[in-house]
């Protein structure tokens, strides 16, 4: 990756400070914008949206045009990988995603990795059609879930509270579940990979449930396939900024990031401030964290947060972002207020 590339977001994530905290929206693209609505009820179900470049790439860029974000994240879901491995996915309005679950040997010997890339080829045309029709100072962000977190939604068969199915497997199935853990780093890491080779210039692991594991456990199913996928990665694109989004991670963030060598570390809401600006920031670029419901609020719950981040992180190693993705309430003109005062210089 050329490393002088003149884009804000790589810059910071490069290490510069450049006066200012580059931003984007974790769900920037979704249900809250009434131009996704219109694709979304144009492609028919949301894994045809995934799977229709065209479409995909129109709603990655919706955002984008409206409030001028210094990374575009592709629109895709986490559960194109087990779909791709061969597991029925679906996605009921309302109910979220349903999923066969994978609870046996048996259930996990119908998966194979054989199939990954041609059934995943729609989602790396949508990057390549990104990488093109992106304005030139727009970083394009690839992802996907991280192991643990799309383990979860396939033992489970979709949500969880509890996490009691897959998390009893990880302790009484240790090999079946070690088994499609090496399943997943391996589908992951040649899904990452392709991306990139596509024209994704950043990566991002969502491990949305890494706050449900203990220590121990965090350790063997959060850190460990993490640190196989990054140097996995690394190995074949030495630059290639890499931010890890542990979800719920508390303490063990600081664990998380010094082991895993991400570039970027997305924190919750619960994480303070001070803390990650004191504690984060020297092991990597901290992106976070405003509470995604003050968006929802508006006026002075949105800007008096966003403005004491700002003093809190000042614009050194900062990207600012949400703790969590932004919800369908939201109404857009929040969006536009807080995104216009983020694009202002200066902490
Ligand atoms: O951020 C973006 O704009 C890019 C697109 C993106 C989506 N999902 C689109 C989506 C990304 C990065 C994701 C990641 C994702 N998907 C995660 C990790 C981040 C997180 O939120 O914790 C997880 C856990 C999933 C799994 C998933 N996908 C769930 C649980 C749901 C249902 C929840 C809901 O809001 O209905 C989805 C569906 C989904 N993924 C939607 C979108 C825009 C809504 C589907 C629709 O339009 O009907």
Same mark, same amino acid.
């Not at 990566?203 to 594991?213: E, H, P, R």
């Given at each position: 990756?050329?490393?002088?590339?003149?884009?804000?977001?790589?810059?910071?994530?490069?290490?510069?400070?450049?006066?200012?905290?580059?931003?984007?929206?974790?769900?920037?693209?979704?249900?809250?914008?009434?131009?996704?609505?219109?694709?979304?009820?144009?492609?028919?179900?949301?894994?045809?949206?995934?799977?229709?470049? *065209?479409?995909?790439?129109? +709603?990655?860029?919706?955002?984008?045009?409206?409030?001028?974000?210094?990374?575009?994240?592709?629109?895709? *879901?986490?559960?194109?990988?087990?779909?791709?491995?061969?597991? *029925?996915?679906?996605?009921?309005?309302?109910?979220?995603?349903?999923?066969?679950?994978?609870?046996?040997?048996?259930?996990?010997?119908?998966?194979?990795?054989?199939? /990954?890339?041609?059934?995943?080829?729609?989602?790396?045309?949508? +990057?390549?059609?990104?990488?093109?029709?992106?304005?030139?100072?727009?970083? /394009?962000?690839?992802?996907?879930?991280?192991?643990?977190?799309?383990?979860?939604?396939?033992?489970?068969?979709?949500?969880?509270?509890?996490?009691?199915?897959?998390?009893?497997?990880?302790?009484?199935?240790?090999?079946?579940?070690?088994?499609?853990?090496?399943?997943?780093?391996?589908?992951?890491?040649?899904?990452?990979?392709?991306?990139?080779?596509?024209?994704?210039?950043?990566?991002?692991?969502?491990?949305?449930?890494?706050?449900?594991?203990?220590?121990?456990?965090?350790?063997?199913?959060?850190?460990?396939?993490?640190? =196989?996928?990054?140097?996995?990665?690394?190995?074949?694109?030495?630059?290639?900024?890499?931010?890890?989004?542990?979800?719920?991670?508390?303490?063990?963030?600081?664990?998380?990031?010094?082991?895993?060598? +991400?570039?970027?570390?997305?924190?919750?809401?619960?994480?303070?401030?001070?803390?990650?600006?004191?504690?984060?920031?020297?092991?990597?670029?901290?992106?976070?964290?405003?509470?995604?419901?003050?968006?929802?609020?508006?006026?002075?719950?949105?800007?008096? =947060?966003?403005?004491?981040?700002? =003093?809190?992180?000042?614009?050194?190693?900062?990207?600012?972002?949400?703790?969590?993705?932004?919800?369908?309430?939201?109404?857009?003109?929040?969006?536009?207020?807080?995104?216009?005062?983020? =694009?202002?210089?200066?902490?």
């Amino acid at each position: 990756m050329p490393a002088a590339k003149n884009k804000p977001f790589l810059r910071v994530l490069a290490g510069e400070d450049i006066g200012r905290s580059p931003f984007w929206f974790m769900r920037q693209a979704g249900r809250y914008l009434p131009e996704y609505r219109e694709v979304r009820a144009t492609a028919g179900g949301f894994l045809e949206l995934c799977y229709r470049p *065209d479409f995909a790439t129109e +709603v990655t860029l919706q955002p984008i045009r409206r409030y001028g974000m210094d990374a575009a994240i592709l629109f895709s *879901d986490i559960l194109v990988v087990p779909h791709a491995l061969g597991q *029925d996915v679906g996605f009921t309005v309302g109910e979220g995603p349903k999923l066969e679950p994978i609870r046996s040997a048996a259930d996990l010997e119908k998966l194979s990795i054989t199939g /990954l890339h041609d059934k995943l080829a729609p989602v790396y045309q949508t +990057v390549t059609n990104l990488s093109q029709a992106l304005p030139a100072e727009v970083s /394009l962000i690839g992802f996907a879930g991280a192991p643990w977190t799309v383990a979860t939604y396939m033992v489970e068969g979709g949500g969880s509270k509890e996490f009691a199915i897959v998390k009893k497997m990880m302790m009484e199935a240790p090999q079946l579940f070690g088994r499609l853990m090496d399943l997943l780093v391996e589908a992951t890491t040649a899904y990452l990979a392709r991306q990139v080779r596509c024209g994704a210039e950043v990566v991002q692991l969502f491990d949305s449930w890494a706050g449900a594991l203990d220590e121990a456990a965090f350790e063997q199913w959060v850190i460990g396939p993490t640190v =196989r996928i990054v140097s996995a990665l690394r190995a074949e694109f030495p630059d290639l900024p890499i931010i890890g989004f542990p979800r719920g991670a508390g303490i063990l963030y600081k664990k998380y990031a010094s082991e895993t060598k +991400v570039t970027g570390l997305s924190i919750d809401t619960s994480v303070p401030a001070s803390w990650a600006a004191s504690e984060l920031a020297p092991l990597a670029v901290v992106q976070g964290n405003l509470d995604p419901v003050s968006l929802v609020a508006g006026g002075e719950a949105m800007m008096g =947060r966003a403005r004491a981040l700002r =003093r809190t992180f000042g614009t050194h190693r900062h990207i600012f972002n949400l703790g969590h993705g932004i919800l369908q309430t939201t109404p857009p003109d929040h969006v536009a207020e807080l995104s216009d005062y983020l =694009r202002s210089a200066g902490a």
